[in-house]
């Protein structure tokens, strides 16, 4: 018997459901104590709804639920997260930790027994790689030398790993740019201490530097 070809399949995103026994409970307690948005509701009253963290959405459907099935959350920085939830009283089944897959993340359970766990990749997960630093004659601009003091110091590196960190992003391509070492909290940190430190220029502000 031949079997059919397999076709080519284009997934651009896939969306957790979740059975809730009652919807309007489970967006209250998804947006309120989890840190969701609300997507939309259908039905009146609703059986049918849809959550976002981030850009991520979930659907939540009316029935009754199966506690069992747990969802996994890829985001920036989960210990910020587990602190706001751990503030909200929601139970936390599994404390923030480094596991051995490279991810640090913790699970919590919702109102319907559902399992569900935030993590962010680890970096330093794998084997050490042994260098040789060298010591380079770099002047850079005042502002953008803070900027980086400060940012190295909310990353927890030291300003030489911070700075070889970025400078490794910026060597790879991405799409139509160049990839980021940092998440998306982290940028807007950055734009925080930008203003802080009085940077008024693009980031081609380089170019037109001219030393006092």
């Not at 910020?80 to 930790?97: M, R, T, W, Y």
């Not at 993590?119 to 953008?144: C, M, S, T, Y």
Request: proline share 6%.
């Amino acid at each position: 018997m031949n079997l059919p070809a397999r076709p080519i399949v284009e997934c651009d995103q896939q969306n957790a459901c979740l059975v809730v026994a009652d919807i309007p409970a489970a967006v209250d307690f998804y947006t309120s104590k989890l840190g969701f948005s609300l997507s939309f509701t259908w039905g009146e009253p609703p059986t049918f709804a849809g959550v976002m963290l981030d850009h991520v959405q979930m659907f939540l459907q009316k029935g009754t639920p199966s506690p069992g099935c747990s969802v996994f959350f890829a985001i920036g920085n989960a210990d910020e997260l587990h602190e706001f939830h751990h503030g909200n009283g929601v139970e936390v089944v599994d404390p923030p930790a480094d596991r051995e897959y490279g991810i640090r993340d913790y699970t919590i359970r919702d109102l319907h027994g559902y399992h569900l766990s935030f993590g962010h990749q680890l970096f330093n997960a794998g084997p050490a790689i042994e260098i040789e630093r060298v010591d380079v004659p770099v002047r850079l601009e005042k502002r953008i030398a803070l900027v980086l003091q400060d940012l190295a110091g909310h990353k927890r590196m030291s300003l030489s790993s911070c700075l070889e960190e970025t400078l490794l992003h910026t060597f790879e391509p991405l799409g139509d740019g160049v990839a980021s070492p940092h998440t998306k909290a982290q940028l807007r940190h950055i734009q925080e201490l930008k203003k802080r430190h009085g940077i008024d220029y693009d980031s081609h502000g380089s170019y037109r530097f001219v030393e006092r």
